[in-house]
């Protein structure tokens, strides 16, 4: 089955909607007139009905009845009169009640209402028809005017007719109407459709034009163009990532091509091509790093490895962080030093919390110069706890701190021997967002460098 079109479902469904509603009112009307008549010919035939009795009772003698009822109901225009006794007996008809009388009812003495039936006459013509006791000078007399309902059901033919064939034709141009109106109403829909089909993953920085009135379509286009500039700024961010990934491997590589190249051109001693080997280490243990954090982010981008989050004592981690790191601080002079931290249970993933501060560390280790101090501290501030990577050594320019955290971003790229590849902050954000927490970090050039981590605590901390 071929697939409908939005303006076509709208248009059936309130073809549907009208048709029924139609349907309801035409019955209704329908039934309405048609009972309104009937009381309008009930009212009639009931006055009708006062008239003769009024004969009947005035009557002095059956002669003088006979001749009042002869002289004015015997060539009655419009209804057929018929006065009987309660028994059948018929005293009067008028003229156009013809050879067969109508059916006398049984009609209780001292009934005080009139009955009205339907009832066939003359050759099957359908008659109103209404009767009532009248007193007469000889005792009670039945008194009866009937209506031919020939005119009656004409017209309500004509009525049935005139509903069943407009409502079609009213159905059938409301439709064109919706019809027209939905292909109006959806035309920007269409215009969206093919703007986004023109819009490919080479030209994100086109747009679809807003339309002006400022409905439900303008906010679909709206809502469209801000998702175009999500992902333009995240295939922007994509591409800039996998230069900058592959400019970090290009640059190791070519170190080990080099060195290659220099010592495979003439033998060696055995020293000297213990020293090519050594270096060459260094340039495999850079592009390693670099791999293992390319592939921590990717991971933590794509949040494929499950975040469990235990708690941990993150004054006994720090202590460990200490430790580990303190011949690395031993070797460049520098003072590590680990402030009271209040006893606080953190949820946290181990590992990563741990990758995080050997990452800060490790900053503070290689931005401080020798004979220089790095302090780990920590408070609890509340529900969370705040600790402090503080070190005395060159600090960062103001200007570069709103790009720390980027990826590949390093304040001094020129000095590419000590530095990292700018990763290592990346990390630590992600790191950080994995919390819930927050990480900043102040710094003035000369200095030294504060960063300040705040996760939430996972109970109260205990003071010390
Ligand atoms: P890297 O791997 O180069 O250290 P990071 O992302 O950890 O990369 O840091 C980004 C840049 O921020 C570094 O290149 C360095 O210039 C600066 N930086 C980070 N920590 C410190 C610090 N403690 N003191 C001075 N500069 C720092």
């Known amino acids: 089955m071929p697939r409908l079109t939005i303006g076509w479902k709208l248009t059936l469904w309130y073809g549907a909607i ?4 139609l349907v309801v009112l035409g019955a209704f009307v329908f039934f309405s007139l048609s009972r309104s008549r009937l009381a309008e010919i009930d009212r009639a035939l009931e006055e009708e009905l006062a008239e003769i ?4 009772r005035s009557a002095t003698s059956s002669e003088s009845r006979a001749h009042a009822l002869e002289k004015y109901f015997g060539e009655h225009e419009f ?5 009987s006794k309660p028994d059948g007996a018929i005293l009067f008809t008028s003229r156009n009640v013809g050879a067969e009388p109508f059916p006398v009812p049984r009609l209780a003495a001292d009934a ?3 009955s009205t039936d339907d009832v066939l006459h003359g050759g099957d013509s359908p008659y109103r028809m209404s009767s009532r006791i009248a007193e007469s000078l000889d005792g009670p007399v039945i008194v009866q005017a009937a209506d031919s309902l020939i005119p009656y059901y004409h017209e309500r033919n004509r009525l049935l007719t005139v509903l069943v064939a407009a409502a079609p034709i009213v159905i059938v141009v409301a439709m064109a109407g919706g019809y027209w109106l939905s292909r109006r109403a959806l035309a920007p829909v269409d215009r969206l459709t093919q703007a986004a089909l023109r819009i490919s993953a080479s030209q994100l920085d086109q747009r679809v034009l807003i339309p002006h009135e400022k409905d439900e379509l303008a906010r679909l ?7 175009l500039e999500r992902l333009e700024t995240s295939f922007t961010e994509m591409r800039r990532f996998t230069a900058d990934a592959a400019h970090e491997l290009r640059t190791p590589l070519a170190v080990l091509r080099s060195e290659t190249e220099v010592a495979l051109r003439s033998p060696r001693s055995p020293q000297e091509y213990r020293n090519v080997l050594a270096s060459q280490l260094e340039e495999i243990d850079r592009i390693t790093r670099l791999a293992d954090q ?3 982010l990717s991971r933590e981008d794509a949040e494929t490895t499950s975040t469990s989050l235990s708690p941990t004592d993150v004054d006994g981690m720090l202590a460990a962080v200490a430790e580990q790191l303190e011949p690395a601080a031993a070797a460049r ?3 590590l030093e680990l402030d009271d931290i209040p006893s606080c249970r953190v949820g946290v993933d181990p590992d990563r919390l741990r990758r995080l501060f050997v990452n800060l560390l490790d900053n503070a280790i290689k931005y401080t110069d020798e004979g220089g101090t790095v302090r780990v501290a920590g408070d609890r501030n509340n529900g969370t706890v705040e600790l402090r990577v503080t070190d005395n050594g060159r600090g960062i320019n103001q200007h570069h701190l709103p790009y720390i955290f980027d990826r590949f971003y390093r304040a001094d790229p020129a000095r590419r021997e000590t530095e990292g590849s700018g990763l290592g902050l990346a990390i630590c954000q992600a790191i950080v967002s994995r919390h819930h927490g927050a990480i900043r970090v102040d710094s003035t050039l000369g200095k030294g460098t504060t960063v300040l981590v705040s996760l939430p ?3 109260s901390c205990a003071t010390d």
Do not use: K, T
Not at 18 to 21: D, H, Q, T, V, Y
Not at 79 to 83: A, P, T
């Open 53 to 56: 009795e009024l004969e009947v």
């Open 457 to 459: 605590a996972f109970d």
């Open 221 to 227: 286009a709206a809502a469209f163009n801000a998702m």
């Open 333 to 335: 002079m520098l003072s």
């Open 18 to 21: 009208l048709g029924i509603s």
């Open 112 to 114: 005080a209402e009139e």
């Open 79 to 83: 209804y057929s009169i018929q006065v």
């Open 294 to 296: 390319l592939l921590f």
